[in-house]
T-cell receptor, first 115, second 112 residues
Framework: GAGVSQSPSNKVTEKGKDVELRCDPISGHTALYWYRQSLGQGLEFLIY????????KSGLPSDRFSAERTGGSVSTLTIQRTQQEDSAVYLCASSLEFNEGDEQFFGPGTRLTVL | GENVEQHPSTLSVQEGDSAVIKCTYS??????FPWYKQELGKGPQLIID?????GEKKDQRIAVTLNKTAKHFSLHITETQPEDSAVYFCAASWGNDYKLSFGAGTTVTVRA
């Protein structure tokens, strides 16, 4: 498929465990974004990448959250010592370039449940 | 940052009627306003967008209007069909790096 893919689609974990969420952007897209969508809420911006660089990490909720992108392609979002309030759908999006108005194409998301 | 408010949170319309969703934003420097449609179990998909140099844009049954002075923009869906049922999000760009700030979403239900 040519779209953004994310894995796993669902993740159930116990409080205190670490989780890794993966995003495969559309081939050739230089910009990659992570968002969090809590139940009944809009999308909360977490972090974006231009290539492998993340110029703005201010959206990450706490220092338990980190993200990396290698090779200008795949990105992983890591949440350490998960808490129940981390339960949400984590969405990844990519765009061809990083310009205002470049369409962001979203993946289907990873639903994270922290017990 | 940018604060985007969206109303209503839910909207139920009879098939064939129109649906209107309204959003306001806080950052007068915002220049780009996309609308996304999210179907159950899927990621949001861009359906239409508007830039600050345009007051209205149409694409078949969908139209968006922008009032920069009042800092609000609206989505209009005419002749609604059951497949229009979904959650709709408005967004506004902000910051020097054009991040998007999203509204809380509107759940639209089209009754057959």
């Amino acid at each position: 498929g040519a779209g953004v893919s994310q894995s796993p689609s669902n993740k159930v974990t116990e409080k205190g465990k670490d989780v890794e969420l993966r995003c495969d952007p559309i081939s050739g897209h230089t910009a990659l974004y992570w968002y969090r969508q809590s139940l009944g809420q809009g999308l909360e911006f977490l972090i974006y990448f231009q290539g492998n660089s993340a110029p703005d990490k201010s959206g990450l909720p706490s220092d338990r959250f980190s993200a990396e992108r290698t090779g200008g392609s795949v990105s992983t979002l890591t949440i350490q010592r998960t808490q129940q309030e981390d339960s949400a759908v984590y969405l990844c999006a990519s765009s061809l370039e990083f310009n205002e108005g470049d369409e962001q194409f979203f993946g289907p998301g990873t639903r994270l449940t922290v017990l | 940052g940018e604060n985007v408010e969206q109303h209503p949170s839910t909207l139920s319309v009879q098939e064939g009627d129109s649906a209107v969703i309204k959003c306001t934003y806080s950052d007068s420097a915002s220049n780009y306003f996309p609308w996304y449609k999210q179907e159950l179990g899927k990621g949001p998909q861009l359906i239409i967008d508007i830039r600050s140099n345009v007051g209205e844009k149409k694409d078949q049954r969908i139209a968006v209007t922008l009032n920069k002075t009042a800092k609000h923009f609206s989505l209009h869906i005419t002749e609604t069909q059951p497949e229009d049922s979904a959650v709709y999000f408005c967004a506004a760009s902000w910051g020097n790096d054009y991040k998007l700030s999203f509204g809380a979403g509107t759940t639209v239900t089209v009754r057959a």
